[in-house]
């Protein structure tokens, strides 16, 4: 009876550990990659990787001696700096020495990270850096030392356009480079902020000679715009004088009709020819003259108007 209690409890203490074995198996079968993460899974029992899927972020049931090689999706930061003692020591186009401190961002391509782990493993960040040195130092030998501080965004341009196409070749690709401060002996440095400042006067100065080009072609607008005014305005003018005298024409032509159409309803009413007329109106003409006053218009003249104002006889009394 001992016995068969004996072999019964153990059956239950193997049985209890199988369970905790299984468990414990279970839980180690999960792997998890984060949300910028993607994944080649590994299998620890055959040391190989399987390169038929890349895994995205998530929880997954991978078996037993399986897990994640993981690799990064967002941007990665690569610097060097005289704080981290890693500043790039460079040469310019005539030898001078030079410290750059230059960093980039970087992201891996996903559809080449089975390529990227083929070739590199996991060192690929290193094989990185060892390029973007190779890059900055092959570009900085192309420029004089003075090119770096006053044509260093065209510098940047040409380190960028090699970087990416560098990257490209090693599956991934260049997102922002930065050339940072770049440090000179202190001689050279002085002599680059002459030659700077040189610059920046000349510079200045070519600025205020077209700032006067543009002053004078403004003065030249104005009185350009001046002269068309005073065009305008004197042919308004003239326009305006044109049709005063030719409403004073009008009007005396019709003055002039009208006094003739008169005389011709006058004839026409005493049933006189144009001599009768002119002697009707010489009568009356005497007659005013015979009742004047001799005193007072002794030294007067009277004219004697045939139209209504102009004078075709003057009789002087």
Known sequence: ???????HLGFKVLFACAVLVGVILFSVSFDTLAPTQVGLVYNSNLVEVSRGRVYNNG??????????????????????????????????????????????????????????YARYGKDYADRYEQIALAVIKGSSVQYTADQFFSDRLLINTNVTDRLRLRLREEFATVELVNMRQITVPARFDAKILDKVVTVQQQLTAENEKNISIGRAEIDVIRGEGAAQVNLTLSRANADRSLLVAQAEANGLAALRLQESMSYQMLQAALGMNATELLQYRWAQLANRLESSNQDDQSKQTLQYVVGFDAPLITVKT
């Open 59 to 116: 929880r997954y049931f991978l078996g037993v001696g399986l897990s994640f090689i993981k690799f990064p999706m967002d941007m990665r930061l690569v610097e060097f700096t005289a704080a981290k003692g890693n500043a790039v020591a460079a040469w310019s186009k005539e030898g001078q020495a030079l410290s750059i401190e230059f960093s980039f961002y970087y992201r891996l391509e996903r559809d080449k990270i089975v390529d990227l």
């Open 1 to 7: 009876m001992y016995v068969r209690n004996e072999i």
